[in-house]
C-alpha cells in the first residue's frame, strides 16, 4: 500500500530525495520511518518522523545529511539524502504505523504498513 520512489543510481558526494505515497489508506497523522536494508546486513533505521511532522529521529550515524519531511496535503513522506556515501548503498523502504497520532518510532516491529523497498546505489 505504500510505494516508494526516487531511487536511483548517484556518484558520492551527490544527492537523491526519495518519497512515499500511500497506494491505498491515507498517511496523514501517521508517524512514518525510512529504514534501509544492504546485502548480507539487517533491516535498520534511517529516519523516523511522528505523526504531525514536529518530531523526527535520525540514526545517529545519518545525523546532517539526511532529512525527513512530511507534507499531509499530498499524503506524502519524504527522504533528502545529502553527501552519499558509498555505504548508503541499500533498498530503502518506508513504513508507516496505521494507528494514528503517534509520536516517532524506531523499531521495524512498530510499523504494520510498508513499501517494497526502492535501491539506492552510491558510486564511489
Known amino acids: 500500500q505504500l510505494v516508494e520512489s526516487g531511487g536511483g543510481l548517484v556518484q558520492a558526494g551527490g544527492s537523491l530525495t526519495l518519497s512515499c505515497a500511500s497506494s491505498?489508506?491515507?498517511?496523514?497523522?501517521?508517524?512514518m520511518g525510512w529504514f534501509r536494508q544492504a546485502p548480507g546486513k539487517e533491516r535498520e533505521i534511517v529516519a523516523a518522523?511522528?505523526?504531525?511532522?514536529?518530531?523526527?529521529y535520525y540514526s545517529d550515524s545519518l545525523k546532517g545529511r539526511f532529512a525527513i519531511s512530511r507534507d499531509n496535503a499530498k499524503n506524502t513522506v519524504s527522504l533528502r539524502m545529502n553527501n552519499l556515501k558509498a555505504e548508503d548503498t541499500a533498498v530503502y523502504f518506508c513504513a508507516a504505523r496505521s494507528v494514528p497520532y503517534t509520536t516517532f518510532l524506531t523499531q521495524a516491529s512498530a510499523y504494520d504498513l510498508w513499501g517494497q523497498g526502492t535501491q539506492v546505489t552510491v558510486s564511489s
Open positions: 518522523i511522528n505523526w504531525s511532522g514536529e518530531s523526527r
Open positions: 491505498g489508506r491515507t498517511i496523514n497523522n501517521r508517524a
